[in-house]
């Protein structure tokens, strides 16, 4: 039951509504029966190899087709892709630069047939509506990159999503960083999530202001990159007030 609840929470379908101001601008589409259908992957069958099967893949629906013409253009004409949970990203290998940026209908399914990560969520997960979410290209360096975690809706952590690489500018803005993604949380996020333990992930790149780029699910299968479980664990048992914060980037 719990995993049902995290699916609907931490869907992008469901957070991105309340949060549309502070996280880069996205187009959400449905994805029918006939759309899944063409985006996952079957091997070839014995049938396939036979003379009446012309080995072809089978189409995205015209319908759907130009939907994704129509967001392409009004995110400007490159995108980045995931379904309501997750983003391709073993699926790098195929695409220009190793970065995951799509230019075409052929491109996003082309990423989702070949990523185990995406294919496991479309055979697995049910009685959850699936969608496909096309975000504006935007070239986020690495170390403006943070997971924030969240206990009991207090920010308890903060730790460089490029861990452990260390970034020199970290040793003299560290405090700055964590002065700016707590205000940050205190005036967009707080409160207004569904959920009190979660994880959301942050770019701070100067000057552009903070924004939100996914939340996730706070659990043992977390990646927590500086913090462990064994230490972020016991804590959602405790009632925490009065906050102390870890930032680690070093």
């Given at each position: 039951?719990?995993?049902?609840?995290?699916?609907?929470?931490?869907?992008?379908?469901?957070?991105?509504?309340?949060?549309?101001?502070?996280?880069?601008?996205?187009?959400?589409?449905?994805?029918?029966?006939?759309?899944?259908?063409?985006?996952?992957?079957?091997?070839?069958?014995?049938?396939?190899?036979?003379?009446?099967?012309?080995?072809?893949?089978?189409?995205l629906?015209?319908?759907?087709?130009?939907?994704?013409?129509?967001?392409?253009?009004?995110?400007?004409?490159?995108?980045?892709?995931?379904?309501n949970?997750?983003?391709?990203?073993?699926?790098?290998?195929?695409?220009?630069?190793?970065?995951?940026?799509?230019?075409?209908a052929?491109?996003?399914?082309?990423?989702?047939?070949?990523?185990t990560?995406?294919?496991?969520?479309?055979?697995?997960?049910?009685?959850?509506?699936?969608?496909?979410a096309?975000?504006?290209?935007?070239?986020?360096?690495?170390?403006?990159?943070?997971?924030?975690?969240?206990?009991?809706?207090?920010?308890?952590?903060?730790?460089?999503?490029?861990?452990?690489?260390?970034?020199?500018?970290?040793?003299?803005?560290?405090?700055?960083?964590?002065?700016?993604?707590?205000?940050?949380?205190?005036?967009?996020?707080?409160?207004?999530?569904?959920?009190?333990?979660?994880?959301?992930?942050?770019?701070?790149?100067?000057?552009d202001?903070p924004?939100?780029?996914?939340?996730?699910?706070?659990?043992?299968?977390?990646?927590?990159?500086?913090?462990?479980?064994?230490?972020?664990?016991?804590?959602?048992?405790?009632?925490?007030?009065?906050?102390?914060r870890?930032?680690?980037?070093?």
């Open positions: 039951m719990r995993e049902i609840q995290d699916h609907k929470d931490f869907s992008i379908c469901s957070w991105y509504g309340p949060f549309e101001h502070i996280t880069p601008k996205t187009v959400i589409l449905e994805l029918s029966e006939a759309v899944l259908k063409c985006f996952l992957f079957e091997e070839p069958s014995e049938d396939d190899s036979s003379e009446d099967s012309d080995g072809e893949e089978t189409p629906p015209g319908e759907f087709k130009e939907k994704l013409k129509n967001a392409f253009n009004t995110l400007g004409k490159t995108v980045f892709v995931k379904n949970w997750h983003a391709p990203i073993d699926a790098k290998m195929f695409s220009t630069g190793n970065t995951l940026k799509a230019e075409s052929d491109d996003i399914k082309l990423f989702f047939t070949t990523s990560v995406i294919q496991k969520d479309l055979f697995n997960i049910k009685g959850i509506p699936f969608c496909l096309l975000r504006k290209w935007i070239s986020i360096h690495p170390a403006a990159e943070f997971r924030c975690i969240v206990v009991n809706d207090t920010l308890r952590g903060i730790t460089s999503r490029d861990w452990p690489t260390f970034y020199a500018h970290f040793k003299e803005e560290g405090s700055e960083i964590v002065e700016n993604i707590s205000d940050f949380f205190l005036e967009n996020i707080k409160a207004k999530f569904p959920r009190k333990n979660y994880v959301v992930d942050i770019v701070l790149s100067y000057p202001k924004f939100i780029l996914d939340f996730g699910p706070l659990n043992s299968r977390t990646n927590l990159y500086a913090f462990s479980w064994k230490e972020i664990g016991p804590l959602l048992n405790k009632l925490a007030y009065c906050c102390f870890i930032s680690r980037m070093k």
